[in-house]
């Protein structure tokens, strides 16, 4: 069975710019949830996305955004981006549901903003 | 929301000797406790997990423990080798109504000296 997919792995952009990052799930996996990883501060919880809809939100600004598709496949979307947007962003897929949670990652999109 | 601690930021032990990584959380309701490894430049992969209803769990070399009254969880790791080398994180999963929402601790990195 095929792991976490995740395009581009690498990403360079410069401010004010945006972006589009995707993840495809683990055949099967109807969840998929976003997290972005900075030296220092582990992974921060982004949201997450179940059957097409946004489930849960985590604390960061507007500018970032996604989407599932009916394939549950996700898109992850920064507007207008910023220095501090520099960071591995890692997306995990899970069956969901109740004692299902076990979240597999991707391997990644690093993103540098110049 | 939930806040999770994880002690200490960076470990160094000698091969066969064994490592303990603490974390604290602060929502009682969170009820999914999984830890994983992170290798440079790799995927984070779940390496053992434990849920609120038990108290220890062990896998080979690889246990952790749950205290819910303290709301702490603990990974133990016994004679260690060179290859246990990465960066570990734990998180709890606060699962609501809306689904899941993971809580990651900011890492420990472990080094095994041969």
């Known amino acids: 069975k095929a792991g976490v997919t995740q395009t581009p792995r690498y990403l360079i952009k410069t401010r004010g710019q945006q972006v589009t990052l995707s993840c495809s799930p683990i055949s099967g996996h109807r969840s998929v949830s976003w997290y972005q990883q900075t030296p220092g501060q582990g992974l921060q919880f982004l949201f997450e996305?179940?059957?097409?809809?946004?489930?849960n939100k985590g604390n960061f600004p507007g500018r970032f955004s996604g989407r599932q598709f009916s394939n549950s496949r996700s898109e992850m979307n920064v507007s207008t981006l910023e220095l501090g947007d520099s960071a591995l962003y890692l997306c995990a897929s899970s069956l969901a549901g109740q004692d299902n949670e076990k979240l597999f990652f991707g391997s990644g999109t690093q993103l540098s903003v110049l | 929301g939930e806040n999770v601690e994880q002690h200490p930021s960076t470990l160094s032990v000698q091969e066969g000797d064994s490592a303990v990584i603490k974390c604290t959380y602060s929502d009682s309701a969170s009820n999914y406790f999984p830890w994983y490894k992170q290798e440079l430049g790799k995927r984070p992969q779940l390496i053992i997990d434990i849920r609120s209803n038990v108290g220890e769990k062990k896998d080979q070399r690889i246990a952790v423990t749950l205290n819910k009254t303290a709301k702490h969880f603990s990974l133990h790791i016994t004679e260690t080798q060179p290859e246990d080398s990465a960066v570990y994180f734990c998180?709890?999963?606060?699962?609501?109504?809306?689904?899941?929402?993971?809580?990651f601790g900011t890492g420990t990195s472990l080094t095994v000296i041969p």
């Open positions: 996305y179940f059957s097409e809809t946004q489930r």
């Open positions: 998180a709890a999963n606060l699962r609501g109504s809306t689904g899941n929402q993971f809580y």
